[in-house]
């Protein structure tokens, strides 16, 4: 048996990810035992022993640490919107709690004389970058985030490349793109907006964009998120030569192009449940935002995502828009 | 009257920039009060109250910021070699210092209902870089460390970059050069030989070169070195449009080419107190480094170095020498 330990396991794609666990497909980890820690779990829940805690909570992680997990997701943060107001708790949060995991990590190593290195997984993002931008950003690109959220994730990259060259983890950080469709609420995310004009009209509700149609990002959808987390669960590092933070693969495309995707798929009528709202602070830090990448090392690699918005539009609409 | 504080004040560029503060040339600092922090100082010190203590004392740094200087530089540092050797230490005192020191600092600031915004002058490093590197290093290039020394210096960067962009303090990360010539004695640092092979023969003494004479790397002086801090203490940081990570002026050469300068200014007797002795752990270390940069931005923004190692030799024979 081997065991799993999703960090951030009540979220939206610790869930999601949970399910796709158990279902068995993760190469490498037969018998897959998996713990799911959050503040919190959604009901009915996914398959996983849930243990109730923060990862801001130290001794917690250090317990964590004890049991010793083969691999081990860290997708715990609070989203760029919520870190960019509440500046302690974003650094807290985002920072802080990757130096204890990978401290409480090490100790186990230290005490198993080398023989324990699990495989460690963290969700980055493509806010550890900042503009000026080229029209693709390639794998050479420089990490100077605009943003509290991006510069939090950027440290703990460093963090966990540094552990990992040492041999007391064995650690990926993947940059996901913007995630899209979410199930469920908007939230405090500036890039909320995103599933939202696709989500709502689809649920037959109204829909606010807040930008202009001609705003161009970089998409993937939940499937994408957990497929890339599974397939660096399984990779062989040694690929890497050292750089251990990855730009995934994803769809560029203008909003105009999502919405013309949703009249595709939806028709006229759902189209026409998006009410342009122009909101200026929104606007502001989403044109701080990447466009477009070039992610070749990540594709050399095996990662996947979609290639065109139908197909994101679709993956929503097989996978949540029934339940 | 301003007031200056310089943590790790008591090493060699700590000492040489509170001899400069005192002949009262920074700009925008009249009558400047100098502070020194340091675990200790050498007899006779540079001008300056001293105060005892370690960077990783965070009771300390509280009590420091506490008194509100109005510019602080944070040269405190363990080397890149103790830094590889001392996993803990090396976190513990280049990262870690760093965080408690801006959470004091932010402390202050909100304190004061956001009046106080100190300027923060950090001495990053080369080191931030990792290979594969063009011929030169521009500023677009990557942070990608291979060190722990590299990725600590990183993630303070990072850390002072938000601080700075939240308004709490007023912050620039220098990306220092191999300083070059060192007084004094031999210390930890993998590069300790490029001062050695200069400094040694000119005191009649014998060096050891542990790599090829082919080996092309990136030097300043200490003066230079100072003259960096004192510049970016009084720069208009606006200019800077929120990338406060500068990769500063220096000079490349190879060793043949800095020996060849050592001939021209003290003779084949000096050159003939080298010793090759083929070190492969170094070479290893300093195949990792970068070799030449073009820093633009830093050089627009009016820093200067020398322009050759002559330059540097002759600033080693000035100002240290003779003592």
């Known amino acids: 048996m081997t065991r799993a330990l999703i960090l951030g396991g009540g979220g939206m794609i610790g869930q999601k990810l949970a399910h796709r666990l158990a279902t068995g497909e993760l190469k490498g980890y037969p018998d897959l035992d998996v713990t799911l820690c959050d503040r919190g779990f959604p009901a009915p829940g996914a398959p996983g022993r849930q243990i109730t805690g923060s990862v801001t909570d130290a001794g917690l992680l250090t317990k964590l640490a004890a049991q010793r ?26 920072m802080m709690s990757m130096w204890h995991l990978l401290e409480a990590l090490r100790a186990e190593h230290l005490k198993t004389s080398g023989a324990y290195v699990p495989r460690l997984v963290f969700t980055s993002s493509i806010a550890v970058f900042g503009g000026p931008y080229p029209d693709k950003i390639d794998d050479e690109f420089l990490s100077a985030p605009q943003t509290s959220y991006g510069a939090q994730k950027a440290a703990c990259e460093l963090m966990l ?61 939940p499937k994408s998120a ?96 029934a339940r």
Chains 1, 2 share one sequence.
């Not at 397939?231 to 933070?245: F, N, P, Q, V």
């Not at 595709?264 to 602070?281: C, F, K, S």
């Open 69 to 94: 997990f083969d691999v081990i997701f860290h997708l715990a943060a609070i989203v760029s919107g919520e870190a960019e107001a509440d500046f302690d708790k974003g650094w807290q949060v985002n």
């Open 161 to 221: 490349s540094d552990f990992s060259r040492k041999g007391f983890v064995d650690g990926l950080s993947l940059r996901l793109p913007t995630i899209c469709v979410r199930p469920g609420k908007p939230n405090l995310a500036a890039s909320s907006f995103f599933s939202g004009i696709i989500r709502e009209p689809l649920n037959g509700e109204q829909a606010i964009l807040p930008v202009p149609d001609t705003v161009r990002h970089w998409h993937a959808s």
């Open 226 to 321: 957990t497929g890339f987390l599974c397939h660096a669960a399984a990779l062989d590092t040694d690929l890497l030569e050292g750089r251990r933070a990855l730009n995934l693969p994803g769809f560029s495309c203008t909003v105009a192009e999502q919405i013309e995707a949703l009249r595709r798929i939806a028709g006229q009528d759902a189209v026409d449940r998006i009410q342009a709202r122009p909101d200026p602070d929104i606007m502001r830090i989403v044109q701080g935002w990447p466009r477009n990448f070039a992610p070749a090392r990540a594709i050399d690699l095996g990662f996947k995502a979609e290639s065109s918005f139908e197909e994101i539009i679709e993956t929503y609409i097989a996978d949540d828009l």
